[in-house]
């Protein structure tokens, strides 16, 4: 018996002592004003901070779930105002990926600045500061200033994004650049068949904002931390050529084949609920009632309805209200239009929808979206056909990639005519009833 008791208590002393020697405290930064990307890395938090760790967390949409100990969230807020700007003039002007790029390096200076001014990040930086973090994890996609943070606290980097890796940051680890291969995300035109001059131009526009971004963006960078922290901090670009690990969000299905370093590791399909979100009741209701299954719309929270112009916003309403099928619409001007709920019984409209509990629904069909990658995942997560309408970022590469498997059709919205929106909607039920 005291044998018993004796190895009990060294068993829980053990995995106590294995507890508290894993445990580590870490420092994440990750300002992206976009709840997509915000999103996605809040399992991986949670998935932490069940493992024992200590979380400080600068981010725009905090969890502020009281259960959670050690758990800082330094909360922010930032104006929209810019960044719906410019989404606005993508969808009604003829825009680049790299010009769009460029536009919104600009945003991302401005929410450096107003980073830097707050006391909780100054506070982090002053050498008098007794903080201490065994890691420190920043957003690659935002403010390279703050990898100097891992040199200031003698921490690992770990760089972090909700997408794939861009081709500035696999410049600066060290890994190849493939500026007209099928992997190459950035490139809204890219395609299997790409003729030389395509490749020609897919050439001159990576590498044109791989220079951009390395002789324009991060010198500017500098100098906002020589302003906010000192002539004497270190350099950027070096602080991120000592980045020990990137964690790239993607699924392996979804990426063409390419070398890759072996410190990126791929996560995935976080955001996924184990059980899909319940319904409200009139909108359970309105889906156990499409027999003959229904359509679901949406362009994510990134982009707003109102950002369409109105000739889209036309061609949209004309060919979905002459569908036979029910349709589940997220818009986000539904509040202004709750007389048109019901469109002849077939349009349910709302500003927002669980949209995971209705790609679930056994009744869908088809989902109409923008090519996120979040909702891309689900998709695929619950066996949803897609029609993809694509507007920026990396939305182009995720459609024509899904459409490689069959389950999928790849619209431009600046060739979209009401006759190849209404022809590829029947393609799709016709397919799906085969």
């Known amino acids: 018996m005291n044998l018993i008791i004796g190895l009990t208590l060294f068993f829980i002393v053990w995995t106590t002592q294995r507890t508290l020697v894993n445990s580590k405290k870490l420092l994440?930064?990750?300002?992206?004003?976009?709840?997509?990307?915000?999103?996605?890395?809040?399992?991986?938090?949670?998935?932490?901070?069940?493992r024992g760790h200590e979380l400080v967390i600068l981010t725009l949409n905090a969890i502020k779930?009281?259960?959670?100990?050690?758990?800082?969230?330094?909360?922010?807020?930032?104006n929209y105002g810019q960044l719906e700007k410019i989404l606005d003039m993508k969808l009604n002007r003829?825009?680049?990926?790299?010009?769009?790029?460029?536009?919104l390096d600009n945003i991302r200076h401005n929410i450096t600045e107003e980073l830097l001014k707050l006391p909780n990040i100054q506070q982090l930086f002053v050498s008098t500061s007794n903080e201490k973090f065994d890691a420190v994890i920043v957003e690659t996609i935002s403010s390279p200033i703050f990898y100097l943070l891992a040199q200031k606290f003698s921490a690992?980097?770990?760089?972090?994004?909700?997408?794939?890796?861009?081709n500035l940051e696999r410049y600066l680890l060290g890994s190849p650049i493939l500026p007209s291969h099928?992997?190459?995300?950035?490139?809204?035109?890219?395609?299997?068949?790409?003729?030389?001059l395509q490749r020609l131009k897919n050439f001159i526009d990576t590498y044109y904002y791989m220079y951009y971004w390395f002789y324009t963006f991060v010198p500017i960078q500098q100098m906002i931390a020589r302003k906010y922290l000192g002539d004497n901090v270190p350099s950027i670009i070096e602080a991120g050529q000592n980045m020990s690990l990137v964690l790239a969000s993607s699924h392996m299905i979804?990426?063409?084949?390419?070398?890759?370093?072996?410190?990126?590791?791929?996560y995935n399909g976080g955001h996924i609920s184990k059980i899909p979100p319940s319904l409200p009741t009139d909108l359970r209701e309105f889906l156990d009632n499409a027999t003959n299954g229904f359509i679901y719309i949406s362009f994510g929270s990134t982009i707003k309805y109102n950002y369409l112009k109105e000739n889209t916003k036309t061609l949209l309403t004309n060919v979905l209200s002459k569908l036979p099928w029910p349709i589940v619409w997220s818009r986000s001007d539904a509040d202004s239009i709750k007389n048109f709920s019901y469109h002849l019984g077939k349009i349910f409209i709302s500003k927002?929808?669980?949209?995971?509990?209705?790609?679930?629904?056994?009744?869908?069909?088809?989902?109409?979206?923008?090519?996120?990658?979040q909702s891309t995942e689900e998709a695929i997560h619950y066996g949803v056909p897609l029609i993809g309408i694509p507007i920026v970022f990396d939305q182009h590469y995720n459609v024509k990639k899904i459409v490689t498997f069959g389950v999928a059709k790849y619209l431009h919205l600046a060739n979209m005519t009401e006759e190849i929106f209404h022809d590829s909607i029947y393609d799709m039920f016709n397919n799906i009833e085969k």
Do not use: C
């Open 94 to 103: 003829r825009f680049t990926e790299m010009e769009l790029s460029e536009l």
């Open 65 to 78: 779930d009281p259960n959670l100990t050690n758990y800082t969230e330094i909360n922010y807020n930032v």
């Open 156 to 166: 690992p980097l770990i760089g972090i994004t909700s997408t794939q890796l861009r």
């Open 254 to 266: 979804n990426l063409y084949s390419r070398p890759e370093i072996p410190n990126v590791v791929y």
């Open 182 to 196: 099928l992997s190459n995300w950035e490139i809204e035109n890219i395609s299997t068949n790409a003729q030389f």
């Open 352 to 373: 927002w929808v669980p949209q995971q509990g209705i790609l679930a629904h056994p009744n869908i069909k088809l989902f109409i979206y923008q090519g996120g990658l």
């Open 28 to 50: 994440i930064i990750v300002p992206s004003p976009l709840y997509s990307h915000q999103i996605a890395y809040q399992s991986l938090w949670r998935k932490l901070h069940e």
